[in-house]
């Protein structure tokens, strides 16, 4: 049994060095994995705490990463007795437990939820590390290989449950905030699935359908968004184009995304 420590001792480790990962497995119950982008950096912290008996979790937003790990890990962590959770952070606590808390407080059955997300900037502004933005170009640039997985999984569709939920467009105005509004680019739904898909099979609970949406403003930033995002999926089809976005964030996002991220006061 893992006994609580009043002193924190540090351990050094490299992902590119699977046997200080070893040790670090070794040491430890649960591993929380904040070094990202996890493509790149996800898979070996995995390997070795499934293989070392420690149990898992990480703050990841990036649908090939969970759905590879679910299919390359999920049985060799069962028969450890231990679990890989991801996606412990923004990406995707609020979506997840948000559609769990509505469903346990509706009188009622709860067959469809659609969220939206709405960013609300301080007097200081806000920026987001480089991190996630490489996430998003990576990402967008292997989608093929993101439904290749999902093949090789293998899970039936759902039931629908109810009424069908309608899907929006991509780009539509949303009467309930009025503003315009875009799909999620995340992993919430992703996510959001999997969990129905389990109280479904191993529980007999009535799937609810789920759809995310992120707010984008007025005519005027829905414009400038449609530039940008037309600009940004041509160059991540190409190598060089991929190496532009990733050596130059804050020009292409607008400032949004910067190499320091956020500061203190942000």
Known sequence: KAELKSEVDIILCDVSDPTSLANMAKQAAIVLNCVGPYRFFGEPVVKACVENGASCIDISGEPQFLEGMYLNYNDKAAEKGVYVIGSCGFDSIPADMGVLYTRNHLKGTLTAVESFLNIKLGPEGSSVHDGTWKSAVYGLADQD??????????????????????????????????????????????????????????????????????????????????????????????????????????????????????????
């Open 145 to 266: 290989n993101l439904r290749k997985i999902r093949r090789q999984i293998g899970h039936k569709p759902l039931p629908v449950i109810g009424a069908k939920l309608k899907r929006r467009g991509a780009v539509f105005y949303s009467n309930e905030l009025s503003q315009y509004s875009i799909p999620f680019m995340g992993s919430d739904v992703a996510v959001v699935k999997r969990t129905q898909r389990y109280l479904h099979s191993h529980l007999q609970e009535t799937p609810v359908q789920y759809a995310a949406y992120a707010t984008v403003g007025g005519i005027g930033s829905v414009i400038k968004l449609m530039f940008a995002g037309l600009l940004f999926l041509i160059l991540v089809k190409f190598n060089f184009g991929r190496k532009l976005l990733i050596k130059y964030p804050e020009f292409f996002s607008g400032g949004y995304f910067t190499k320091d991220g956020p500061t203190q006061k942000q």
